[in-house]
């Protein structure tokens, strides 16, 4: 079946406007992490979903930063205000739970956000 | 705080060479360790998943050990070939939460 989507595949926006970005989790996934990737970095955590709930957003690095997730499927990664630290490739990666919370992560391809 | 730690130096090797690759984890005992493979412009691929209780683990050319007395994971391509040229990351769920830390990766080359 179908991998991971997320779109757009590249972002530009000037600094100070909101973006939206959104992750199409493998079908029957009910876990799903959002990562933000600096230029040769690792990746940084974000958030964790387990269905419509989020029992995990430390990662969030303020409060301009959101995430939701409708009908245990579609997440979509507010950002508002961007700056320009906000500038780097977004992944989304999901998860079956089935049988153990070790499973694999399937990865999205990521969105490129650049903020001039 | 709990991190993961790779060499941040690029490996390059010979190909037919085996190429070993390290990933040390401090201030937490994760109860697993994941290897990805991450080419550039794509999203981290899934290699193979070792628990804490195993010591090795194998998948055709690849192994990966686990030694908790060391706080560390090695991670084996044997064989290598130009084709294994990629960045691999280290992970694990971190404690008291749902978050995935993750190493900032080591670049392998792979030298026809």
């Known amino acids: 079946g179908a991998g991971v989507s997320q779109s757009p595949s590249n972002k530009v926006t000037e600094k100070g406007k909101d973006v939206e970005l959104r992750c199409d989790p493998i079908s029957g996934h009910t876990a799903l992490y959002w990562y933000r990737q600096s230029l040769g970095q690792g990746l940084e955590f974000l958030i964790y979903f387990q269905g419509n709930s989020a029992p995990d957003k430390s990662g969030l690095p303020s409060d301009r930063f959101s995430a939701e997730r409708t009908g245990g499927s579609v997440s979509t990664l507010t950002i508002q205000r961007t700056q320009q630290e906000d500038s780097a490739v977004y992944l989304c990666?999901?998860?079956?739970?089935?049988?153990?919370?070790?499973?694999?992560?399937?990865f999205g391809p990521g969105t490129r956000l650049t903020v001039l | 705080s709990q991190k993961i730690e790779q060499n941040s130096e690029a490996l390059n090797i010979q190909e037919g060479k085996t190429a070993t690759l390290t990933c040390n984890y401090t201030?937490?005992?994760?109860?697993?360790l994941q290897w990805y493979r991450q080419d550039p412009g794509r999203g981290p691929v899934f290699l193979l998943l070792i628990r804490e209780n195993e010591k090795e683990k194998r998948k055709e050319r690849l192994k990966v050990t686990f030694d908790t007395t060391l706080k560390q994971s090695l991670f084996h391509i044997t064989a290598s070939q130009p084709a294994d040229s990629a960045t691999y990351l280290c992970a694990s769920r971190g404690t008291g939460g749902f978050k995935t830390i993750f190493g900032a990766g080591t670049r392998l080359f792979v030298k026809a």
């Open positions: 201030n937490y005992s994760p109860a697993y």
């Open positions: 990666a999901s998860s079956s739970l089935a049988g153990s919370l070790y499973n694999e992560q399937f």
